[in-house]
């Protein structure tokens, strides 16, 4: 139990400095950080209930811990021979059901890597709590898919600065060195081994990433990639990235 306390306060720390160090990197990452003072740790028991650690801080009166809990969101780790029993595809998501942003309780080595989706998640939880409409719409809606494109190009921005800006000066590489394509396949076909080592290597993950880690980042490096060739080539960038985006959820069980 104490080592869990140890942990689930240090990843606490971890995702406030996060949310503090990249708060400047655009309009979405600013309101985070306005809106989520604090975070709470959970830990998920048989994949249903969750058990707060930790609340406001220790003597505070009623009224401030209630402040608190309004500026707060929970982050509830599940084990990972739990994941199957919760509503969870992905390793790491913001899950309406609890309010949380739920991460499978692995070691996250990858620090830009957890930095930008850290980022990720909470930006859908900022659009749930300000209802937001797409916040709540059915996947692979328009809505729901706008939402996803805000999220990425937020996550971006944090994974650039997490990395010197080298990530897109890399990506952006790609784009050029691939020139203007007949079909996503052919992009998404362009990205060779020697790329995918360098972004591994560039978002933290040093040969030492996890299979959870893995999938992610190769989201990442995707979604980036279509998003920045849809800035250069596109008439309609927006568009092309919700295009984008459907093509990897149809085509990519990975995003
Ligand atoms: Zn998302």
Not at 218 to 227: D, E, K, M, N, R
Not at 237 to 248: A, L, Q, S, V
Request: net charge negative; glycine share 6%.
């Amino acid at each position: 139990m104490m080592d869990v306390l140890k942990k689930t306060t240090e990843i606490k720390k971890r995702i406030e400095q996060i949310v503090e160090k990249y708060k400047g990197t655009s309009q979405i990452a600013r309101d985070i950080a306005d809106n989520f003072k604090s975070f709470s740790v959970s830990v998920s028991a048989g994949g249903r209930a969750t058990h707060q650690l930790q609340i406001g801080e220790p003597g505070a009166d009623a009224q401030k811990i209630m402040e608190a809990f309004q500026n707060s969101l929970e982050i509830c780790f599940v084990a990972k021979h739990d994941m199957s029993k919760v509503p969870m595809k992905s390793s790491f998501l913001f899950s309406k059901d609890i309010s949380a942003v739920r991460i499978a309780a692995i070691e996250w080595h990858a620090e830009p890597l957890f930095a930008g989706t850290i980022m990720h998640e909470l930006g859908h939880a900022l659009y749930f709590k300000a209802q937001k409409k797409s916040s709540i719409a059915k996947p692979g809606t328009r809505a729901y898919v706008d939402e996803e494109v805000d999220m990425h190009l937020m996550e971006m921005d944090v994974l650039d600065a997490a990395t010197d800006h080298k990530f897109l000066q890399y990506i952006d590489s790609i784009v050029d060195r691939t020139g203007k394509v007949d079909d996503f396949d052919s992009l998404v076909g362009s990205i060779t081994s020697d790329d995918m080592q360098a972004l591994s290597d560039l978002l933290g993950c040093n040969g030492q990433c996890s299979g959870e880690e893995a999938n992610i980042l190769f989201a990442c490096i995707v979604t980036s990639l279509g998003f920045r060739y849809a800035q250069v080539y596109a008439d309609d960038p927006r568009e092309e990235m919700i295009k984008f985006y459907n093509y990897c959820t149809r085509e990519l069980s990975h995003l």
